[in-house]
Nanobody
Framework: QVQLVESGGGLVQAGGSLRLSCVASGSIFRINAMGWYRQAPGKERELVAGSSGISLYYADFVKGRFTISRDNAKSPLSLQMTSLKPEDTAMYYC??????????????????WGQGTQVTVSS
């Protein structure tokens, strides 16, 4: 089993920055891809960014503002968020897959989820 624990969420003004972190523990050797999803109230959970080997994915609505990174298989997964907008307000979830992801549009199902960290951007 793999456990994922997110941190770094909080309240920030529009235009500000936050850095989310996701620490994986347990059978981390099973992980071949990791990413971040978010879910706003009343909306579906959506993929924000993903990392699988050398493959990186960013949703159009965060391109140029968010950066996903992970130094190595034992390092935390980070999401640097800049130029935050009120519409970025959501619960952000860390996700992990046991298989490599080559087609991010068809990345479901996710094998492991974190509990989420709240990001609130005020206008």
């Amino acid at each position: 089993q793999v456990q994922l624990v997110e941190s770094g969420g909080g309240l920030v003004q529009a235009g500000g920055s936050l850095r989310l972190s996701c620490v994986a523990s347990g059978s981390i050797f099973r992980i071949n891809a990791m990413g971040w999803y978010r879910q706003a109230p009343g909306k579906e959970r959506e993929l924000v960014a993903g990392s699988s080997g050398i493959s990186l994915y960013y949703a159009d609505f965060v391109k140029g503002r968010f950066t996903i990174s992970r130094d190595n298989a034992k390092s935390p997964l980070s999401l640097q968020m800049t130029s935050l907008k009120p519409e970025d307000t959501a619960m952000y979830y860390c996700a992990a897959w046991t298989k490599p992801i080559t087609d991010w549009a068809n990345s479901r199902p996710i094998d492991y989820w974190g509990q989420g960290t709240q990001v609130t951007v005020s206008s």
